[in-house]
């Protein structure tokens, strides 16, 4: 039985202690004050949630129910016994023992008649499987991944349809998980409090120690903490835990993603002293000119007797790479830190206050961080326990009149990435060095930021962002995508909503590299979030309050209620008139920026240009990467740089979601949505990262690197060497990198040398003149000025000499070589019958057919060369930009066929003296013309000339060119073009020009669906060669456009799996003039199309380019 319902009377005060019936009654009173919705909404709601009449007695089907007995989450939960070891913020010097290895695990596949007799001490699991801990356990064969954008894979039935709505109960067979694990107690930890720390448990589940029933957490991305000392022992204890896949807080984590269940986050035993520091806040404030540090500390003790604490004290020092800051640390008595919270006003925040002149800052660019180490004396000057962590001396401020975000007083903008918890084999269970790789390579290609889309990550993410600099947007774990704001706006959820989010401001409150808190994502809007940003706002002031689904404020009186359609369609453009859409006029002033996710340039534009916004603007999510995408991004940050009041935004997303299964034929590959029968499924909706499963760079992420490099060059004078160079750092000036430069001939450098640059300022520009040397220019040789910047000494996260920014400017030097063939066409013999000319001698071969009128076959020196027919191409196996959002099989169709619909209406051979000219052309009906003419010499030289001719009214092409299939033994290719990566016309500028050398066969990009792949643009000359010395040489007329893949193009096209593909024995090569844009503004609207300026209009176009065996 997939589900029932049994009697359950519905108690919104069933809770589990008094802290917690006062937050809950605190939210449900803010939520009541906030609301804007009438009592008939309220009402409403509530017989949504009442409409059931009957429900399971469950804990994990009771939003109300959101743990029981779990501690209150904490920051710093490592206890120290010496300052020293705290001061070294190194955990294996703490109090701890980390339980992560291999658990005994039992599986079952619903929560119905669920045996917990495994949980006594007694109860023999000899016979149980054998689990790692942390894992996912259906990456381990229990149960199936399930992948879904917006659905809940436990609220449809097996058909993947709708049921009605029956939140907050599972729908469907709820697997059931168990594990026990064995550990040893240390000697000397019985005196203290032992804790058992869960980092991130999916969904819901109960633990138990020795038999004893310990508690219950719920909320998968948070660590959930709880007392055991009384249920352990010295010697062997036993952990048993039963987690449930599927729970009520699963109808608050709908996110983009696999949904994935088990233990995957670490698990640890910690020790403290049964008086001790619970916590801290450290609040760093600045003076106005930025001279004075000011930390504001409140720390928190616990201890069962509150008398005992007289003559104890609290000491705090800040230290400075483990010297101390200040020349006496500070002390102040415990009791006085254990205050009784007053019936007016609050209790005092800063009971610790220590000054610092002239301290180090901490920001992105220079992450200065001291350390705090706090400790606790007894009565007689005995030291109890130290606990310390990082903090950093920074501020973020709001500019309210130019909507700029400033960080210790500079405007900034947010060069960021959104990042999901993924491994392809691991799943969500990372390790520390999964999440060091992460962060390195984010720093490493120039992201300032990271949105931590759409949960908490691990704690150690946040100190690696700390250590390295990289801006942090901490999001919550609240996403009701597919009920959108039901549960914000439902007093009954409230509470589990506030939890999500204040236990993250909780665990999170110290990082520096924390500067804005986000409510969660697609939730809606409801009054569950404007209480949450209330309490964070008096809680913590420090930071701005983000949400991108607050928008819209009702209650400003030019507010325009919007038709029931989305706001971007045209209806709702023109209700809207004078409004900026998506802003009407504004959003609610409990989120501090103004925040949208994958909005157009015009929109961008218009945002900024609104009268009614004054905060700073936000894209939470932009420039989609799903599979070959991230076109227009030079557009989006010319405009970012260039308006105050955008300040940047987070590329959707860092990582490709592929999970490694093999299909029936024992084949391994990436799995998306559907692969593991998983129903309902959303498909490959999330291969999006700029990098792939695996964490390799895709050409997206070169790309991006260079659009966001720290220093942009531009050329005043490229013929002296005069070069200007602007820092786009926002606090650093140039002292941490080195200059170069490289006068290049094609490839090769001639010479080089360092570019000093002095008192270069954030955020100026500087002129420099390179001495370029008197070069003898050689005809057909281009010559290029490269400069560059390089990290100049070892850091965290990059080896010294690494180059972070680069451009490449071609020198006005370049004599063109000429290109006339010998007169060698007396030697061409002609074959002309009914249905093929051939023309050719001992040299070559060149057969046309002429009955369809293409090039069917090139022989040099008796090697085939071309094996399948020279024809026109205007179409591309689509990419998911193209399929998804351009829907080009439907809007831009007439080109698929075109090239079967062109019929042969004009075959002409003339010898005209020592000329041999093949004149062919092509038409489909008078919409169409494709003219080629071929210009044959005696040495196997052919010069290809292309006259296309379009009919204004149809469609966009994909490409204007020409394919053909190349002898597989041509595998070697050297060409002279864009590279080393694919790049297209939208995303071209980071690829430099360059002569290459690759195979044929590594130059197809796997993405996790096939789709057009591998284009290199600007292409000079292109060959292709075997080791016997046969060769095909291409050179361009005109820059080519050009690609190889292993592939049919019919056969990328429709595959839906890279195990799909098949090798034809082959290669096709594209020769094309164009070939249009990748777009990627978004994946599933016409703004996912590639910008105007990028697309291939119908119309005339004309190029050349030659074939021949060498150059």
């Known amino acids: 039985m997939l589900w029932k319902m049994l009697s359950r009377q519905q108690l919104l005060w069933k809770i589990t202690s008094p802290k917690n019936a006062l937050r809950v009654v605190v939210s449900v009173i803010t939520l009541l004050v906030v609301s804007s919705c009438s009592s008939t909404q309220l009402n409403n709601s509530s017989a949504v949630a009442n409409k059931h009449q009957a429900y399971q007695s469950k804990d994990w089907e009771s939003p109300e129910v959101i743990s029981r007995n779990r501690l209150p989450t904490r920051s710093v939960p490592y206890s120290y016994v010496n300052i020293d070891d705290a001061l070294s913020l190194d955990r294996e010097r703490s109090q701890y023992i980390n339980l992560n290895g291999d658990w005994a695990f039992k599986f079952q596949y619903d929560d119905e008649d669920i045996d917990q007799g495994f949980v006594t001490e007694t109860f023999d699991h000899s016979s ?3 689990l790692p801990v ?6 381990h064969g229990f149960d199936i991944p399930f992948y879904t954008n917006t659905d809940l894979p436990f609220y449809s039935n097996k058909t993947g349809n709708p ?17 026990i694990h064995d550990f040893e107690l240390p000697k000397g930890w019985q005196e203290q409090e032992i804790i058992l720390h869960f980092g991130g448990i999916s969904s819901a589940y109960y633990v138990w120690v020795n038999g004893h029933k310990v508690g219950y957490s719920q909320g998968s991305m948070l660590p959930a903490e709880f007392d055991v000392t009384a249920y352990v022992k010295p010697g062997k204890n036993k952990i048993a835990l039963q987690v449930m896949r599927w729970s009520d807080g699963s109808y608050l984590e709908g996110q983009d993603m696999w949904k994935l269940s088990g233990i995957h986050r670490e698990v640890l035993l910690l020790a403290r002293p049964k008086v001790a520091i619970k916590d801290f806040f450290a609040r760093p404030t600045l003076s106005e000119d930025y001279t004075k540090g000011h930390l504001r500390i409140r720390p928190f003790l616990t201890s069962s007797n509150n008398d005992m604490l007289k003559g104890w004290r609290v000491e705090s020092q800040l230290y400075l790479n483990d010297k101390a800051v200040l020349a006496n640390s500070q002390s102040v008595p415990a009791d006085a830190i254990m205050q009784q ?4 006003e609050n209790i005092q925040f800063d009971i610790f206050s220590l000054e610092v002149d002239k301290p180090l800052l901490w920001s992105a660019e220079q992450p200065n961080l001291y350390t705090l180490v706090m400790s606790l004396y007894d009565d007689q000057n005995n030291l109890i326990e130290a606990k310390s962590a990082r903090v950093g001396f920074r501020d973020v401020k709001l500019n309210k009149d130019t909507g700029q975000l400033l960080i210790n007083g500079k405007s900034i903008k947010l060069i960021g990435v959104n990042r999901h918890d993924h491994h392809a084999v691991r799943g969500k269970a990372l390790t520390r060095e999964d999440l060091e790789r992460d962060l390195r390579m984010m720093k490493q290609n120039n992201f300032n930021a990271v949105r931590t889309a759409h949960y908490p990550n691990d704690a150690y993410l946040l100190e690696l962002a700390d250590q390295y600099g990289l801006y942090v947007m901490d999001e919550a774990n609240v996403e009701s995508h597919m009920f959108g704001g039901q549960f914000s706006n439902d007093p009954m959820w409230v509470p589990a909503i506030m939890d999500r989010i204040t236990r993250m401001v909780h665990r999170d409150k110290n990082h520096p590299s924390i500067i804005s808190w986000s409510l969660g994502n697609e939730s809606g809007m409801g009054p569950a979030h404007a209480a949450a940003a209330s309490w964070i706002k008096d809680y913590d002031p420090s930071r701005f309050v983000h949400y991108e689904g607050a928008q819209s404020l009702q209650e400003h009186p030019e507010f325009i209620e919007p038709p029931k359609t989305w706001y971007w369609v045209p209806e709702t453009l023109e209700k809207l008139g004078r409004h900026t859409p998506l802003a009407n006029p504004t959003d609610p002033p409990y989120v501090d920026v103004i925040s949208r996710m994958y909005p157009s340039l015009d929109y961008l534009k218009g945002l900024s240009d609104s009268p009614y916004i004054k905060r700073p603007i936000v894209m939470c999510e932009y420039s989609h990467a799903m599979g070959n995408s991230l076109g227009n991004l030079d557009e989006f940050w010319v405009l970012i740089w260039e308006r105050d009041n955008l300040i940047g935004g987070f590329i959707w997303d860092w990582m ?6 093999t299909n029936e034929d024992g084949v391994k590959f990436l799995a998306y949505g559907g692969d593991f029968g998983d129903v309902p499924n959303s498909n490959a909706f999330n291969q999006n990262g700029i990098v792939d499963s695996y964490g390799n760079p895709t050409p997206e992420l070169h790309h991006a690197k260079y659009v966001f490099q720290p220093f942009w060059f531009t050329a005043d004078d490229i013929a002296s060497g005069k070069i200007t160079i602007k820092n786009r750092q926002f606090h650093s000036d140039a002292s941490d990198y080195t200059f170069n430069w490289q006068l290049m001939a094609d490839d090769t450098a001639l010479t080089g040398g360092s570019i000093e640059v002095e008192d270069f300022a954030p955020q100026s520009t500087k002129t420099v003149n390179v001495d ?18 390089h990290v100049k000494n070892t850091t965290q996260w990059s080896d010294a000499g690494a180059e972070m920014a680069k451009e490449k400017f071609e020198l006005p030097w370049f004599i063109a070589k000429d290109k006339n063939q010998e007169n060698v066409s007396d030697t061409i013999i002609v074959e002309n019958t009914n249905s093929a000319l051939r023309l050719g001698n001992t040299e070559f071969s060149a057969v046309f057919d002429k009955k369809t009128g293409w090039l069917s076959s090139l022989t040099y020196k008796g090697e085939n060369v071309l094996v399948a027919p020279l024809k026109a191409n205007f179409w591309r196996p689509q990419t998911d930009n193209d399929a998804r959002a351009w829907k080009s099989h439907n809007t831009l169709a007439f080109w698929k066929t075109a090239q079967r619909q062109l019929s042969l209406s004009n075959f002409e051979y003339k010898r005209d003296n020592d000329t041999h000219l093949v004149s062919i052309t092509h038409t489909i009906d008078d919409k169409v013309t494709f003219s080629h003419e071929y210009k044959l010499f005696g040495n196997g030289h052919i010069e290809v000339n292309v006259d296309f001719v379009g009919a204004p009214n149809l469609p966009s092409l994909k490409r204007i060119g020409m394919q053909t299939g190349v002898n597989a033994s041509l595998d070697n290719v050297r060409y002279y073009g864009r590279g080393p990566y694919e790049n297209y016309i939208d995303r071209n500028s980071s690829a430099e020009i360059n002569i290459y050398d690759d195979k044929a066969s590594n130059m197809f990009y796997h993405y996790m669906v096939p789709q057009e792949n591998g284009n290199r643009t600007d292409i000079d000359w292109w060959k292709m060669s075997n080791s016997k010395g046969s060769a095909l040489f291409i050179d361009g007329k005109t820059a080519l456009s050009m690609s190889v893949w292993p592939y049919s193009q019919v056969n990328i096209d429709s595959a839906d799996h890279p195990y799909d593909l098949e090798a034809q024995g082959f290669n096709t090569l594209n020769i094309d003039f164009i070939q249009s844009g990748v777009g990627g503004t978004d994946s599933w609207t016409a703004l996912g199309a590639p910008l105007e300026k990028y697309q291939v209009r119908s119309g005339k176009y004309k190029y050349s380019f030659s074939l021949s065996p060498k150059p």
């Open 128 to 130: 149980w499987q054998t």
């Open 134 to 139: 942390p894992s996912n356990v259906e990456l």
């Open 163 to 179: 049921l009605p709505d029956t939140s907050p109960l599972i729908s469907r067979a709820n697997p059931v998980s168990k594990y």
């Open 341 to 344: 919270y007053p019936q007016r």
């Open 656 to 661: 490709d979601q592929g999970l490694e299964h």
């Open 772 to 789: 370029l040397p008197s070069t003898q220019a050689v005809a057909g040789v281009r010559y290029w000025l490269r400069i560059s910047a």
